[in-house]
C-alpha cells in the first residue's frame, strides 16, 4: 500500500470554478500534510501546509484535513488557467521523512 | 537565501560512465532528501539525511546509487555505471525540523 494516494486527473475545470483535489495517507502517526504544486518541467513549490484537523485558508486555496478519515483535501477557488500544472499531496511522518503522492494534473480551461 | 541549488542543470552521459550529482540545501536545514522524478514512477524518495547522517535508503534503487553529506552545506548522488533507465529528473531537497521541504531546479539525467 502506498503512503499517499492521489487520483492522477486529468482534472479539468471551467475558468472561474473551484476545483477540487483529495488525496488519502495510509499512516495514522502522519503528523503535517503540505500540497505542493509543479508546472511542467520545474520542480515543486509549497502552496499550503496544514497540521491539524479542520479547515485553513490562504487567499483562493483552502486546505482540509479530517485525521479520522485520513483524508486531505485542496480547494481552489475561482480557478485561472495559471493554476493549471499538477498538484502533489505531501505527509511528513517521524524523523522528518515525507512522502508524495503522484499528483493530480489540473487543466483549467478559459 | 539563495535556495537550494542543485548542479548540473543537466547531463547526457554514456551507458556505463559514472554520474555525481551535486546539492548545497539552505544554511539552516538539518534534513536533505534526493527523489527521482519519472513519468510511470511519480516522485520517489531515494534517501535522506538528517544532520548529515543518512537515516533511510530503502528507496535507492540498487547497489549502483550511492549518495554522501560530509557536511551541513553539500550532498552528492552518484551512480556508477549509470544505465539508461537511470534517466529522470532528479531533486535535491531540504527542510528544516518539522516543517515543509524546499526543492532545488533539479538535475535533468539523460543515459544513451
Known amino acids: 500500500q502506498k503512503e499517499v494516494e492521489q487520483n492522477s486527473g486529468p482534472l479539468s475545470v471551467p475558468e472561474g470554478a473551484i476545483a477540487s483535489l483529495n488525496c488519502t495517507y495510509s499512516?495514522?502517526?502522519?503528523?503535517?500534510f503540505f500540497w505542493y504544486r509543479q508546472y511542467s518541467g520545474k520542480s515543486p513549490e509549497l502552496i499550503m501546509s496544514?497540521?491539524?484537523?479542520g479547515d485553513k485558508e490562504d487567499g483562493r486555496f483552502t486546505a482540509q484535513l479530517n485525521k479520522a478519515s485520513q483524508y486531505v483535501s485542496l480547494l481552489i477557488r475561482d480557478s485561472q488557467p495559471s493554476d493549471s500544472a499538477t498538484y502533489l499531496c505531501a505527509v511528513k511522518k517521524s524523523f522528518n521523512k515525507f512522502y508524495f503522492g503522484s499528483g493530480t494534473k489540473l487543466n483549467v480551461k478559459p | 537565501d539563495a535556495g537550494v541549488i542543485q548542479s548540473p542543470r543537466h547531463e547526457v552521459t554514456e551507458m556505463g560512465q559514472e554520474v555525481t550529482l551535486r546539492c548545497k540545501p539552505i544554511s539552516g536545514h538539518n534534513s536533505l532528501f534526493w527523489y527521482r522524478q519519472t513519468m510511470m514512477r511519480g516522485l520517489e524518495l531515494l534517501i535522506y539525511f538528517n544532520n548529515n547522517v543518512p537515516i533511510d535508503d530503502s528507496g535507492m534503487p540498487e547497489d549502483r546509487f550511492s549518495a554522501k553529506m560530509p557536511n551541513a552545506s553539500f550532498s552528492t548522488l552518484k551512480i556508477q555505471p549509470s544505465e539508461p533507465r537511470d534517466s529522470a529528473v532528479y531533486f535535491c531537497?531540504?527542510?528544516?525540523?518539522?516543517?515543509?521541504?524546499?526543492f532545488g531546479q533539479g538535475t535533468r539525467l539523460t543515459v544513451v
Open positions: 499512516d495514522r502517526v502522519s503528523q503535517s
Open positions: 496544514i497540521y491539524s484537523n
Open positions: 531537497a531540504s527542510s528544516p525540523e518539522w516543517a515543509e521541504a524546499f
